[in-house]
């Protein structure tokens, strides 16, 4: 059977539609990590909570969609990258996975009960909510660029050699605090245009701190990965066309290797730039109390930053720190040409209609949420 699109076609739309879905993922899911994050720093009343945790309270479960959309995604174009990442970071999976579970508890039961005491520890539980998913999504980018501890028998079968401590390292707790950093400017970014009062104040100031940090870590990020040897290359040439068996090309450590794709492509240095030029457009818009102009920054930060770690690997997705030659990249690691050309029209006929509701809802339910509001509304959180 012919399809309309050549297999190496496909297998590129597809790994820029996993880039997408995990922007999108970052751009909405995102704030909502970030304000989680922030909460016990930014509001000191019962009151100030109410605000910052129904800033989001209205969108925070339609934001996870992009979660399922990118895990999805992974399962269907990339099992290979499926099968080795959600067995072998099986407990940092679990690890997310409960924190993220804890999350719609809090919501649900912090107004329950009108005792302090009570919404104290579910506040506390919205905190670790935001901060551990942010942390551990860091470490885990910064454990793929150094190579993940995973090999691959003559069979395919994938079998992990490393464990849940042993991905917390200098360079992935750096990665992970750079996470926590972006989304808590993305976050702060969200209560400029939701909050009010000084609940605002006090998101512009942390929301400086964030900026700052976030554009100092990711420069120290960039240095690591210039100057400590990390990074793989293909050994010979690669055939985009040929078959999805990761023992099809020869890949091997590499020091610097992560740079290679910049003196090939030069207009990818948009985007680590685009990762700079976010935080300090925040910071314009913080310093001159334009509100959009904050939300834009950050979500400028977000994109830059996570593209600049996609174009640096490609075509590698998963690469192997104990045998390179197991590494997973977009050439194969990825399912059937049928496959992906089916799941593709799905695509353009399913993610047009998300991308349409998700613009409607957000336009229907914005504007800013005031301490009246909270203090007059049983319905709110």
């Known amino acids: 059977m012919s399809l309309p699109l050549d297999y190496e076609t496909l297998r590129l739309i597809w790994w820029a539609l996993l880039g997408v879905l995990l922007i999108g993922f970052a751009l909405t899911d995102g704030f909502d990590l970030g304000t989680m994050a922030l909460l016990p720093f930014i509001a000191r009343t019962d009151e100030e909570r109410r605000m910052v945790i129904n800033s989001v309270g209205a969108t925070w479960e339609g934001n996870q969609v992009w979660f399922i959309l ?111 950093a972006m989304l808590a400017l993305h976050g702060a970014g969200w209560l400029a245009l939701k909050a009010g009062g000084v609940v605002l104040d006090r998101a512009r100031r942390l929301g400086q701190i964030a900026a700052v940090a976030a554009i100092a870590l990711f420069v120290l990020g960039g240095l690591m990965v210039a100057f400590t040897g990390m990074g793989f290359r293909i050994d010979g040439a690669a055939d985009p066309n040929g078959p999805s068996n990761p023992h099809y090309l020869k890949a091997v450590a590499a020091a610097g290797a992560w740079l290679d794709n910049y003196s090939r492509y030069p207009w990818m240095v948009l985007a680590p730039v685009l990762g700079l030029f976010g935080p300090l457009l925040a910071l314009v818009g913080i310093r001159g109390r334009r509100d959009a102009l904050v939300f834009a920054g950050s979500s400028a930060a977000n994109v830059g930053i996570i593209a600049t770690v996609g174009l640096s690997m490609f075509p590698f997705i998963l690469p192997s720190a104990i045998d390179p030659a197991s590494s997973l990249t977009v050439w194969t690691a990825s399912s059937s040409h049928l496959t992906l050309f089916i799941m593709l029209l799905v695509t353009l006929v399913f993610l047009p209609i998300v991308l349409a509701y998700t613009a409607w809802a957000y336009r229907v339910m914005f504007g800013r949420v005031t301490a009246e509001e909270v203090r007059l509304n049983p319905d709110f959180y």
Do not use: C, H, Q
Request: charged share 15%; glycine share 10%.
């Open 70 to 180: 990118g895990g999805g995604a992974i399962f269907a174009a990339w099992p290979f990258v499926y099968a080795v990442s959600f067995s072998g970071f099986y407990l940092a999976m679990f690890l997310v996975l409960s924190a993220l579970i804890l999350r719609p508890v809090a919501f649900k039961y912090r107004s329950k009960r009108d005792d302090p005491a009570w919404r104290a520890r579910w506040d506390w539980a919205l905190f670790v909510g935001g901060f551990v998913p942010a942390l551990v999504f860091g470490v885990a980018v910064g454990n793929v660029l150094l190579g993940a501890p995973f090999r691959l028998d003559s069979d395919l079968r994938p079998f992990y050699e490393g464990s849940l401590l042993g991905l917390f390292t200098p360079f992935t707790l750096l990665t992970g605090l750079l996470s926590v």
